[in-house]
């Protein structure tokens, strides 16, 4: 294989911020309890598990650098205040430390989603009674059957959720390479750039964003289908 085969763009965040907590505490307490006493209770409660530590190893960066931070300031043998850009600016030197970085958004990005499709399925094989999974022939077709068409699109098979769903294909399966799916996305994701897929602190913290409000619907049709 020659060198040129094995070269990867990656994207490396300067702004220290972009790594701070993204998990809305407050949105899940409200998830929580609405379906409290249900029979999806124990699978949000597992959903909001893994968003809650997926967040906690995505803040690692912030915790180490404000970490050494006040490390050195509390004892400093004189009055001695370390900025946390400082720290930040002299970790961002190292490669090793940017290619972390590079690796934890990419890892974060592809949990945050599959949390979300594991919480799909879940809720739907809970009212269908029965297993189900998204590679079986008949899935889409429950799922509509279930939500209804115009729900099916927005927690399934709108544009933001297949490209995120391919964009973790395109990193689990096919070596961080864009998929040709993924490529014929319109309109085409701004984190490919030629056939790569660069995932960055602030694509990931968009997804979570862009995720809650479909995870709010999902749970609130699926309370319906059950109480019906």
Not at 66 to 80: F, M, N
């Amino acid at each position: 294989m020659a060198k040129d085969d094995i070269v990867r763009k990656i994207y490396i965040e300067d702004d220290l911020s972009n790594f701070e907590d993204f998990f809305d505490l407050n949105w899940f307490k409200k998830l929580s309890r609405l379906v409290e006493n249900t029979r999806i209770e124990r699978i949000v409660g597992n959903f909001g598990v893994s968003w809650w530590g997926i967040a906690r190893a995505f803040i690692l960066p912030w915790l180490l650098v404000t970490g050494v931070s006040d490390v050195i300031t509390e004892t400093a043998p004189i009055r001695l205040a370390i900025p946390t850009t400082k720290v930040w600016n002299e970790y961002l030197k190292h490669n090793e430390f940017n290619v972390a970085l590079w690796k934890l958004s990419e890892n974060v990005y592809c949990s945050i989603y599959f949390a979300y499709e594991n919480l799909l399925v879940d809720t739907l094989k809970e009212i269908l009674g029965t297993s189900i999974r998204v590679t079986h022939r008949d899935f889409n077709e429950k799922l509509r059957d279930v939500y209804g068409s115009e729900c099916a699109h927005r927690i399934w098979h709108q544009t933001l959720i297949y490209a995120a769903r391919e964009t973790r294909n395109s990193i689990v399966h096919n070596g961080g390479k864009a998929t040709n799916d993924l490529l014929n996305v319109k309109p085409l994701p701004n984190y490919i750039q030629d056939d790569d897929v660069v995932i960055s602190a602030t694509v990931t913290r968009e997804l979570s964003n862009n995720l809650k409000p479909l995870v709010y619907e999902l749970v609130e049709k699926s309370l319906e289908k059950i109480e019906t």
